[in-house]
């Protein structure tokens, strides 16, 4: 079994912009699949994980894009692991064309837990540490890894948004792929056409539940880039928690 | 070629519910791409179509389901023709497994627009009229076309919404699936989890766009029946004018 693996996708009409450009929420959800295609098979895939208690969690991502594929464009998500720590793997992605072009590449960062004690839990435990034989070090990701978002306390508060069906997901979580969304749509048309995204980048600290509220704090660090804390509220805590951080440079 | 379309999908770990199984807006997706997918192998694709000016314009969906796949099940969506006359088209669709079963059927009305002068436009002129030689009449479809959706005056607002970047397609206006899952947002998770959804539909009337704000009116015809009126106001408009129109039926 190849250490990388390569799938194959396409920016379907109804996932792409005004401007005929796949959506970033949506190349981050084809990421997150190819994660899972490429876990499968090789033998740590979410469905197996659960039938032995435990489950990534995705921690980190950051996407960065020289160009973004457009409406009906067919391209590939390659993968491979980076690294592996006790409790943490880094895992790599390029999005290129069949001709060779690349349209730009994508970090993460996984945790293993324990689906029910929700802790996490050792990476090598998994099948004798069988995740050290996929590992690739010698395949480029030539963007920078995702580092602590640093943001004041005087970031603004744009939008408070209730929780609705679509943004959870089978864990009863708000979906990984919905914070990203969210936070993309704080900017209006007008903004997105004059600045396409260059990178994104997304830390996750907690997790939000139907019910909850969630708040979006902005703070402009330059001309071009933006941070944004996601907290909640919830019914017993109407003092917000953090549950994410990101970063977005536009061009 | 065959007239009968066939096309593979999967059910994504970030399109499935709470439930785990795929969301409608998401299916309502599957099954407009197959139809794009469907039209471009028999030479009256999108793609070809905007090259002479013309396009398809979705004007009703229904899409009603006995089961609904579940995360990671592989599923096909079959799509036909059942018929065509100068300004509308019948597209149907069923929703399969590889071993025979049925998840449910869909059924769509499609108009031909102008692009330029945005009025529909004869369906038998391109190619002489060559969708005719794709009609099929012998496979059955077995769920109710969707009927005009009767409200009265006394629907309930509901919602209003803003219209976000990602609510934006490539032409400028509110996504088709967009809606759907706006309609599907104003029941809360409980509500979902005591009642699946058994049928959708919608019909199209207008076009909304970036600016503009979406005003949802909501009435109950039947214990697990809804109607909902989609209405728009714009800045130049502040009077409501309807834009689409769905009916669903839960379990």
Redesign the interface.
């Known amino acids: 079994m190849d250490k990388i693996g390569k799938y194959k996708f396409i920016a379907?009409?109804?996932?792409?912009?005004?401007?005929?450009h796949l959506?970033l929420?949506h190349l981050g959800?084809h990421l997150?699949?190819a994660a899972?295609f490429h876990a499968t098979g090789r033998g740590f895939g979410?469905?197996h994980l659960l039938g032995i208690q435990r489950a990534w969690v995705l921690s980190r991502l950051a996407i960065e894009m020289e160009e973004i594929p457009q409406?009906?464009e067919h391209f590939n998500v390659e993968t491979w692991i980076e690294g592996a720590m006790r409790y943490f793997t880094q895992r790599n992605f390029a999005i290129t064309s069949d001709e060779g072009k690349v349209y730009g590449y994508g970090r993460s960062v996984w945790a293993m837990i324990d689906t029910e004690t929700r802790q996490m839990t050792d990476i090598f435990a998994i099948d004798n540490g069988a995740i050290n034989d996929f590992i690739v070090t010698d395949k480029p990701c030539p963007i920078e890894k995702g580092d602590r978002v640093k943001m004041g306390n005087d970031a603004e508060l744009v939008r408070t948004l209730d929780i609705?069906?679509?943004d959870?997901?089978?864990n009863?979580h708000v979906?990984?792929?919905k914070y990203i969304?969210h936070v993309?749509?704080l900017?209006?048309?007008p903004w997105?056409k004059e600045h396409p995204i260059k990178r994104f980048e997304i830390a996750y600290v907690a997790e939000a539940h139907?019910?909850d509220r969630l708040h979006f704090y902005r703070e402009q660090t330059d001309p071009l880039t933006y941070c944004v804390r996601i907290a909640k509220t919830t019914h017993d805590t109407p003092t917000p928690t953090e549950v994410c951080r990101c970063k977005i440079h536009f061009r």
């Open positions: 379907e009409p109804f996932h792409c912009d005004f401007s005929g959506c929420g959800n997150l699949n899972d979410m469905k409406q009906l609705y069906y679509h959870i997901d089978i009863g979906n990984s792929v969304e993309i749509d900017w209006d048309l997105h139907q019910g």
